[in-house]
Structure formats: C-alpha cells, structure tokens
C-alpha cells in the first residue's frame, strides 16, 4: 500500500506519518529526513542540497527522484510505504507513477491535510525543532514554493481519484482517527 501524505510545510505530515506507521505497519519515507541525514553526515549529497534547503527552494527532481528509487529497492519497502514530502512536483509525480508500474505497484491513496495557513506558519515557529530551515524568511518562501510547486500536484492525483482531503485542525489523535477512516474506507 503506497500512501502519499499530503500538505503545506507545517501541516502535519510528519506527525501523522509516525502514528500511520505503526498502525499499518508500514514503513516511513521522508525525502526531507533523507536529505537531512545526507546533511548530518556531510555525503556529497548532503553537501549539494543544505544550502538549497536552507533558503527553502526544492532540490532538483532528477536528485529526489534518483534517491526514492534508489532507497526504494530495500526490501522493507515491499508492501509499499508512507510518503512524507515526496513527491513535491509534478514532475516528480509523474516519475514516481512510472516508478512504481515498473514495480507493478500504484499510489493507493493521497491524504491531503487541510491547515490554515495562520496556523502553519504558527506550528512551525513553535515547533523548535531547530531545523536550519524553520526561520521565518525561509518558512514564507516555503509556503510560496508550496503554492507554485507542489499544489499542482493534487491535481495530478484527482485526475486519477485518488485524493482524500481531511481536515488537519485540532488534536494530533482526532486528526489520525480522521486518516484511519480515511484509508480503511477506502
Ligand atoms: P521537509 O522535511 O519535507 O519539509 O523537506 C525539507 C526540505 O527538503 C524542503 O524544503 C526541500 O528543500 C527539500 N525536499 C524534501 N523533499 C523534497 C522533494 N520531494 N523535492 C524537492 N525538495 C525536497
């Protein structure tokens, strides 16, 4: 079951992708904790991408592309995965489809989280996690990348109906009750 978990910057996704993890077993994949280990570890990958991470531009698609299938080929991704920030573009959309025929697999599901934008920028101030990114001027450029970039993206996967919009307001269990529903309905 390849789950993509859907949302502004601040909306969630990273949360929520912990609790649908344990409850259908199923592994985590975040392109951002990707890269942010690739940072931590100074790999060339690493090197590459912290400073467009830092000014919150998207790393190139060819790259992101390249690691999901790479990391894609280990075996605790077999059943499928959660995906947590990825993909970002159409573009990305569109090899990750590809990607995952070749595997005979397909995207089961796309929750796309509904916040607020006052909130989202509220979340992430407050969340000090001390991300290098998580400065206000880098936040509001995330936002607009969000907008320009990556909301394209639910289109892609309405065409193919795929989307379920749920409401990302209120307690982090009445949001993950809310995904439950939404996935074991489906
Ligand atoms: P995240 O942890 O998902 O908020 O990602 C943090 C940062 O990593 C983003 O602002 C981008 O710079 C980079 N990043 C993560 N995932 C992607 C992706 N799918 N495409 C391009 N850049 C990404």
Redesign the pocket.
């Known amino acids: 079951m390849n789950i993509i978990l859907f949302g502004p910057?601040g909306a969630g996704k990273g949360t929520q992708a912990v609790l649908i993890q344990k409850h259908f077993d199923l592994p985590h994949l975040?392109?951002?904790?990707m890269?942010r280990t690739a940072i931590r570890n100074k790999t060339s990958l690493g090197l590459e991408v912290k400073s467009?991470?830092d000014s919150?531009?998207?790393?190139p698609d060819e790259k992101?592309v390249a690691l999901v299938d790479e990391e894609l080929k280990k075996e605790k991704y077999a059943d499928g995965a959660i995906f947590d920030?990825?993909?970002?573009t159409v573009a990305?959309a569109v090899s990750f489809d590809t990607l995952l025929s070749e595997k005979g697999t397909s995207v089961y599901s796309v929750i796309a989280l509904q916040v607020p934008e006052e909130e989202l920028i509220r979340r992430i101030l407050s969340r000090g996690e001390g991300r290098s990114?998580d400065t206000e001027e880098a936040i509001r450029n995330?936002l607009g990348v969000y907008h320009r970039e990556t909301a394209p993206v639910l289109a892609h996967y309405q065409q193919k109906q795929l989307v379920h919009q749920v409401d990302g307001t209120g307690s982090v269990e009445t949001i993950f009750e809310r995904i439950r529903e939404q996935l074991e309905d489906n």
């Open positions: 910057p975040s392109t951002g904790e890269f467009i991470m919150g531009e998207l790393v992101v920030g990825f993909p970002r990305q990114d995330r």
